[in-house]
């Protein structure tokens, strides 16, 4: 049995524990998918797909070279989002797990965990967190679906 098995193993059940309300987010944004949907670009969910945010993503988007303060709240807030998730005590511990597997940076592991712990799918163009071999994600924008098929 192999290592990254055992730890991803140890991440469902932990996730699976201490699991907030089912449903209550399909998909969990990444920063990048934010000041993407900034510059207008569209994500193809649905109408009625629950989104959330990391509030660590007003963080990364409220930064130098990106946004100001209050640009960066009014994007988070045309999103129309289920909720801004904060940071709990469960994402922060399943974080360094998934740090463990594969070195991410604390904001992104935090944010992965988010989306782990929602059981919801991380939607990013990062790279380094799409390799994750946990995290569940999709590319934005998301690609078009045929009828039937779900993301």
């Known amino acids: 049995m192999s290592f990254v098995y055992c730890l991803e193993q140890i991440i469902c059940l932990a996730a699976d524990s201490v699991h907030q309300d089912p449903g209550d987010a399909k998909y969990v944004f990444d920063t990048i998918v934010l000041i993407d949907i900034s510059s207008?670009?569209?994500s193809n969910l649905p109408g009625d797909a629950k989104i959330a945010v990391s509030a660590l993503s007003l963080v990364e988007i409220a930064a130098p070279n990106h946004?100001?303060?209050s640009e960066a709240e009014d994007v988070i807030a045309s999103l129309n989002l289920s909720?801004?998730?904060p940071v709990t005590n469960q994402v922060a511990r399943l974080a360094v797990e998934l740090r463990k597997i594969q070195n991410l940076d604390a904001i992104d592991a935090c944010i992965g965990a988010t989306a782990c712990l929602m059981?919801?799918?991380?939607?990013?163009?990062d790279q380094r967190i799409r390799r994750h071999p946990v995290l569940s994600t999709l590319?934005?924008?998301i690609p078009q679906h045929t009828e039937g098929e779900t993301p």
């Open 67 to 69: 946004l100001s303060l």
């Open 40 to 42: 207008r670009a569209k």
């Open 139 to 141: 590319p934005f924008p």
């Open 119 to 125: 059981n919801a799918t991380l939607v990013t163009n």
């Open 83 to 85: 909720e801004l998730v």
